[in-house]
């Protein structure tokens, strides 16, 4: 059987912490605890004695004490994907400001592996969940309401949410560029789209409101997912290849968008005159491209911060005055359509 290292120190203790701090174990749990029943001085030589020491405070025995682990879970589909890396980042900025962790699971587009994984998050108390999209399985919503947690979903847009809401519509996006389309005189129209729940809703408003135009799609190139260029310069070519009378490519992501400009660049083709791309995101890259792409924003970052404020005023028994925020988007005219 292996032996112990005996000359291993042992852990340092919050006994070790207060004696170099000089202060009782109780004014050193209290400092961590609760720093604002503590003087701020008291506070500083806490964290002094603690980075003096290597002491590592139990946050557990501290969530047990206040009923708060201080951690939110976030779940998004993929992490590989740069829709919602932004969200994600200020959603961390916003929570870690006021002294909460967050707890990032990737679960992909399968509503069983969602429910399943927010059932283990569950587990361990999390003080508030943030889901991505509306479309959760019954099982869900059902272990969600008993755990009686605030929830905030994002990315989609209903009335009815499961608590909270910071969104937007995404079939009113495919409506606007359907009416980009006419604006500009776009009269055969090529799709190249990913098929998860939100990127078909935008498709079918948009295919809905061209029909309402008299205008039927040459072809719809599906594409799976993560929505990568390549993939979409793959799609671009089938499309072309079979349908060059084509005169706008839309995507479901600026991605694709990228990679369709580069295989009618590739062809030698005039952007916009001879074709036109038309994006979604407003990805960082999507105005420095060549030429630039034309397509929807959404404040990915300010999406994040809306979603951690409506959590952190629950928690702090604060009035929610707008459980359901539609954050609303904008169509970019650029350089590409």
């Known amino acids: 059987m292996k032996q112990r290292n005996p000359e291993r120190k042992a852990a340092p203790t919050l006994e070790d912490v207060a004696r170099v701090a000089g202060i009782s174990p109780m004014t050193v749990s209290r400092a961590l605890n609760s720093p604002q029943q503590v003087r701020p001085a008291t506070v500083a030589k806490v964290k002094a004695a603690i980075s003096a020491t290597g002491y590592i405070p139990n946050a557990q025995a501290g969530s047990l004490a206040s009923n708060r682990s201080r951690l939110i879970a976030v779940v998004v589909p993929q992490i590989n994907n740069n829709m919602f890396v932004d969200t ?35 587990s361990r108390r999390p003080d508030g969940i943030v889901l991505t999209g509306i479309h959760h399985s019954a099982q869900l919503k059902k272990v969600l309401l008993q755990a009686n947690v605030p929830v905030v979903e994002i990315w989609d847009m209903t009335p009815t949410p499961i608590d909270m809401l910071v969104g937007f519509s995404h079939e009113k996006i495919g409506e606007r560029v359907a009416a980009y389309l006419a604006e500009r005189g776009y009269q055969k129209p090529g799709l190249i789209w990913t098929d998860d729940r939100r990127a078909i809703q935008r498709k079918q408003g948009l295919v809905d409101a061209l029909a309402a135009q008299g205008i039927i799609p040459r072809a719809d190139a599906p594409v799976q997912l993560p929505a990568l260029m390549a993939r979409g310069r793959e799609a671009s070519v089938r499309l072309l290849d079979q349908h060059p009378e084509i005169d706008v490519l839309v995507c479901s992501s600026d991605t694709l968008a990228q990679g369709a400009l580069m295989a009618a660049q590739a062809r030698g083709m005039k952007i916009p005159q001879e074709l036109a791309v038309i994006g979604f995101g407003d990805l960082d890259f999507a105005a420095a491209n060549f030429p630039a792409i034309s397509t929807v924003r959404i404040d990915r970052h300010r999406m994040g911060e809306l979603a951690a404020e409506q959590l952190l005023k629950r928690l702090k028994n604060l009035r929610i005055e707008n459980p359901i925020i539609d954050m609303g988007f904008t169509m970019v005219p650029r350089d590409s359509g």
Do not use: F
Not at 106 to 119: F, K, P, R
């Open 88 to 122: 994600i980042q200020s959603l961390n900025d916003s929570l870690s400001a006021q002294g909460y962790h967050m707890l990032l699971c990737v679960t992909g587009y399968d509503a069983e592996t969602e429910a399943e994984t927010v059932a283990t998050l569950l």
